[in-house]
């Protein structure tokens, strides 16, 4: 459950003024008590817990002072603000350093004393008790929801504000008319009985505990606080049914089962009631019977659910493994293709030029012969290359050769086949990425290309990559015969394409004035 915006702060609210006119609104309109005043202490006692997420140390300092002047005053309202300042005592050790737990504490422990403290009256060992509880029991609940509270495979917390709100509604309404009745302070057993009830709300967290607490404040009541017993006993069945559903062993669940019983008698017992009949034996075993036998089947149907979702959860991967399976051989089947048709034309292309080079091994074309095996060479190995990628995604490729070399390579190369070619390659291009520098790669070798188509041997092409601030541009500028070198165009001046934008074609000029490839 997620709380959101001032929600539960006004819910806090709302909840403790009301649990204040619940507690003393059988003595307003007296004449010790009239209604406004009361009313007033009601809104100053529940107020505070708006703010208690957000600053729980002010709240408890507000809540001791406010204690300190009700039990000056005599107001009935001394006691909510008592039971209201061992919460908010429990919120700051939940939330606080160890130090300002400490301190707030002593606060506590300090103003419960003055609380109990009667002029004339000795501080007797129940008024001790009674200060040791009101600290060491707040502190401890708080310490603990700090650590365990994520125990549970699920984050969701609305089954235990379900329980808490549950147990404390029953354990108010069933028992708030006789707290009078105890002979001990009204917050005391007040106090006892709200604990009772929350109590539920860490019980799928800690089901053993909880129910051995609850078997211990039924038999307590039964000893002091007899109006409650029955509530009590409501709370131990519900103990014992989120006992059967949060532990799995059988053999435990069986001794919580006979522990609640044996519990239920002994109230059953005291109650006076004449004769153990087999009837009433069987119904009181029926009566916790039933409980245990709900947690056991909602414990069976999580475990079911989960099971589903597991199920689920396998079948999706499994598809999706059947999903790159069929993609991995359908990739192969593309490669093996390829393979089959690239790579017979290419090989037979390389076979006839190295026949022909051989045949005629000082003639003109011996070099371009040459140039073409390697080239062939060279294309089946980026596709062999190509061709194992396609097959294993997963495989790292190689790492491509140095752009830079690639460029001078291929400058080589149109250089033997008849082009005039000038590289002028900036230093600083080696700090450019890789991508980028591939890409000025593989731009270079599609101009001087195509300059070789088009313009033919004899061209003068002049290749460019100066370094730019956005990025480093690479230029093929032509021209039919090498200019003058004042004629010869700056890089970065002449149109082209770059490593960084898409590839264009220069307009036709005339033949004197330098231009840029088709397809730089």
Known sequence: MRWRGKALDVLLVTAAIGFDVLTTWHTWGTASAPVVICGAFSVLAGAPMGFLRRWPVAVVGYLAGLLVLTDQLGAFTVNTVQIL???????????????TVSCSALVVGVTTAVNLADPGHPFTANAWWYCGGAVVVPVLIGV????????????????????????????????????????????????VVVLAGLSLGVARRLPGLVFVLQVILMLLADQYFEEATGTCVMLVLAAAGVFAMRVASWLWTFVVYLVAVLAVAAFTAAMGDAGW???????????????VASGRYLRARQAASQAERLRRRESQQRALTQVRAD?????????????????????????RAGAARYADPGGPSSQALTDIRDTGHQVLEDLRGLLDLLRDPGKQPDLPA?????????????????????????????????????????????????????AGAGTWVRVSSPRRPAGWPSRCATAPHPPPR????????????????????AAPSPPARPRTAAGC
């Open 85 to 99: 300042l061992m919460a908010a005592l429990g919120v700051v050790a939940h939330r606080a350093r160890p130090l």
């Open 144 to 191: 603990y929801l700090r650590g365990p509270a994520g125990r549970l495979p699920e984050r969701d917390v609305t089954p235990d504000v379900l329980l808490a709100g549950g147990g404390l509604t029953l354990a108010v309404l069933n028992t708030w008319t006789d707290w009078d009745a105890t002979g001990g302070p009204v917050w005391g057993t007040a106090s």
């Open 277 to 291: 009949q087999p009837t009433r034996v069987l119904a009181l075993m029926t009566l916790v019977m039933a409980p």
């Open 327 to 351: 993609q991995l051989a359908e990739r192969e089947s593309i490669a093996r293709e390829m393979h089959d048709i690239v790579a017979h034309h290419v090989g037979a292309m390389v076979l």
């Open 402 to 454: 140095d752009p830079a070399t690639v460029m001078r390579q291929s400058a080589e190369r149109m250089s033997a086949a008849g082009l005039l070619v000038e590289l002028d390659i900036d230093p600083e291009v080696a700090r450019a990425p890789l991508v980028a520098r591939v890409s000025a790669a593989r731009i270079v070798q599609e101009g001087l290309t195509n300059v070789l188509k088009h």
């Open 486 to 505: 004042s004629a010869c165009p700056p890089p970065g001046k002449g149109c082209g394409a770059s490593a960084n934008a898409p590839t264009r074609s």
